[in-house]
């Protein structure tokens, strides 16, 4: 009378595995115990299993505990770090290029305001020029105008003072010095 012990009891050696029972050994001493492999063959075939059930190995009344599933592979905390700082650096590359396109802009618009004041300066420069052209050429005129309107004053100083007077002496030597040169009267 051989009693297969469950595998944690077993004292045999690496090469004698044992396979789980399903139900307690029978110890009647009319049924010979043979081991796993060496029972003896009836020479009727056993049809197969259509189907494979699967075996879940039960040790007495206690139930075989499953393994916990396989968990996903956690994510180094790496990837997220770099996920951050590619967004963050995809974000500062369309501002600089928002900013720089704003900048290129405002430049040309500049460029073209300078461009436009440099011809309003080049034009009142030559205005200026043509202006004082015609102050020289109007100084002239003018000059002379003083000097007939001087004359004409000591004329009419000469005229207004009585005859044979000092002061018709006086103006007639004023009005001499001034009209020298604009007529010939004297």
Not at 25 to 46: E, I, M, R
Not at 167 to 180: G, I, K, M, V
Request: glycine share 4%; with cysteine.
């Amino acid at each position: 009378m051989a009693y297969n012990p469950p595998p944690h009891y077993n004292l045999g050696g690496p090469s004698e595995p044992q396979q789980p029972q399903s139900a307690p050994p029978s110890y009647s001493p009319l049924q010979p115990q043979y081991d796993a492999g060496y029972a003896p063959q009836s020479p009727v075939s056993v049809p197969p299993p259509t189907a494979p059930v699967p075996a879940q190995p039960m040790y007495g009344t206690q139930p075989l505990l499953q393994p916990p599933p396989p968990a996903a592979p956690r994510k180094s905390p790496i990837v997220a770090v770099l996920a951050t700082v590619m967004a963050v650096a995809l974000a500062g590359a369309a501002v600089s290029i928002a900013l720089w396109l704003s900048a290129s802009g405002d430049l040309e618009d500049v460029e073209a305001r300078v461009s436009d004041r440099d011809e309003q300066i080049s034009q009142l420069e030559e205005d200026l020029e043509a202006a004082q052209a015609q102050v020289s050429e109007l100084e002239g005129p003018a000059a002379e105008a003083e000097a007939l309107q001087a004359c004409i004053d000591d004329l009419n100083d000469y005229y207004n003072t009585e005859p044979e007077s000092e002061e018709e002496t006086a103006a007639l030597s004023a009005a001499t010095s001034t009209c020298d040169g604009l007529i010939d009267v004297f």
